[in-house]
């Protein structure tokens, strides 16, 4: 592996050394959503695109392959290329591209 693809001025120990306990928090806090969603009744027999988009982050999160934040980024993001519908009566972004169950998205 050539030397240019250690872009980060700090070693792997002293990135853990600075951020370690920060993200356990957030692998607990993942976990404890996750447990959550195993103990809720679903509404209806169709999966909620959120969720879909959220299982496919997950396992990005795990496939080894580089440069994660930019391809989960992509992959919550909408790529349509047509006008948005009003907002009219929304309370705020969905946070993940409604087309992801019928596959339209990464």
Do not use: W
């Amino acid at each position: 592996m050539s030397n240019t693809a250690f872009t980060c001025p700090q070693t792997r120990t002293q990135v853990i050394n600075a951020y370690f306990l920060e993200h356990r928090a957030k692998l607990l806090d993942i976990a404890a959503y996750l447990d959550r969603l195993d103990r809720a009744k679903p509404e209806s027999d169709e999966p909620d695109f959120r969720d879909v988009a959220f299982t496919r982050c997950l396992a990005v999160l795990t496939d080894g392959q580089p440069q994660r934040a930019r391809r989960i980024l992509e992959l919550l993001s909408d790529h349509s290329t047509e006008m948005p519908q009003s907002a009219d009566g929304m309370k705020g972004a969905s946070g993940a591209p409604q087309n992801i169950v019928e596959g339209g998205a990464l």
